[in-house]
C-alpha cells in the first residue's frame, strides 16, 4: 500500500520562507503532486515532480528524492493568501492516486 | 470553457434518504473520481473509473454507488447505508498518460449535510 505524511500544521510571517515537508512510502512510484486547497474549495494544482531535483515556479518550488521517499514545497516572499492547506499526493503504477493529510498553513502579518 | 461542474454546492437531506450528487467534464478526461473530505483531513477516494462502464471502489466505499454510463458524467449516489454522510464530496478528473494518470483537476465541490 501507501503511506504519506505531512505535519498537520505550521504558521509562518508575511514576506518569509516557508518548507512544507512530505515523506512517502509506495512501491512503483509515477509522480508525486502539490495541491493548494483553500478552506472550502477545491484543490487547485500546484506542482508536479517525477525525477530528482527542484521545479521552480514563481514563489514556489518543489523537491523531491526518490530515494528517500521525500518531497517539499518551498514558498517564498510568504502572503496572507497563502494561508491555506497544502496537499501532497503521490501517483503509483497499478495503484490509486493517494493524497496526504495536508499540511493547514497559516501566514501572520 | 473546459472544466468540472457539480451540482449542487449545498445539500440538505434527511436521515434515511438516498442523495445523488452530479459530476460533468467536458475536459474528454478518461478518469474520473469521488473523494470525501472531513472538517480538517485530506481526501479519502470513494470511487473512481478510468473508463466508460467500469468502475471501481476506492477506500471507503460502503455506503455509496456510482455509475459511468457516459466519459463526461460520474454521479456518485449517497445512500441510506452510509453512517456519516455529512461532509464535502469532490469530484476529479484527469488523463492518461504513457506512464500512468496525469494531474487531476477538481470541480468545486458539494457539501451534504443531513439531519
Known amino acids: 500500500g501507501q503511506n504519506i505524511d505531512q505535519p498537520t500544521e505550521m504558521t509562518a510571517t508575511e514576506g518569509a520562507i516557508v518548507q512544507i515537508n512530505c515523506t512517502y512510502q509506495?512501491?512503483?512510484?509515477?509522480?508525486l503532486f502539490w495541491y493548494q486547497q483553500h478552506a472550502g474549495e477545491a484543490p487547485t494544482f500546484l506542482s508536479y515532480?517525477?525525477?530528482?531535483g527542484l521545479e521552480e515556479k514563481g514563489r514556489f518550488s518543489s523537491f523531491l528524492s526518490r530515494s528517500k521517499g521525500y518531497s517539499y514545497l518551498l514558498l517564498k516572499e510568504l502572503q496572507m493568501k497563502d494561508s491555506a492547506s497544502y496537499l501532497c499526493?503521490?501517483?503509483?503504477?497499478?495503484?490509486?492516486?493517494?493524497f496526504g493529510p495536508g499540511t493547514r498553513l497559516s501566514v501572520l502579518p | 470553457d473546459g472544466g468540472i461542474t457539480q451540482s449542487p454546492k449545498y445539500l440538505f437531506r434527511k436521515e434515511g434518504q438516498n442523495v445523488t450528487l452530479s459530476c460533468e467534464q467536458n475536459?474528454?478526461?478518461?478518469?474520473m473520481y469521488w473523494y470525501r473530505q472531513d472538517p480538517g483531513q485530506g481526501l479519502r477516494l470513494i470511487y473512481y473509473?478510468?473508463?466508460?462502464?467500469?468502475?471501481q471502489k476506492g477506500d471507503i466505499a460502503e455506503g455509496y454507488s456510482v455509475s459511468r454510463e457516459k466519459k463526461e458524467s460520474f454521479p456518485l449516489t449517497v445512500t441510506s447505508a452510509q453512517k456519516n454522510p455529512t461532509a464535502f464530496y469532490l469530484c476529479?478528473?484527469?488523463?492518461?498518460?504513457?506512464?500512468?494518470?496525469?494531474?487531476?483537476?477538481f470541480g468545486p465541490g458539494t457539501r451534504l449535510t443531513v439531519t
Open positions: 476529479a478528473s484527469s488523463r492518461p498518460t504513457g506512464a500512468g494518470y496525469d494531474e487531476q483537476y
Open positions: 509506495t512501491s512503483g512510484f509515477n509522480g
Open positions: 515532480n517525477v525525477l530528482d
Open positions: 499526493a503521490v501517483s503509483s503504477y497499478g495503484q490509486n492516486f493517494v
Open positions: 475536459l474528454n478526461h478518461d478518469a
Open positions: 473509473s478510468q473508463i466508460v462502464n467500469d468502475f
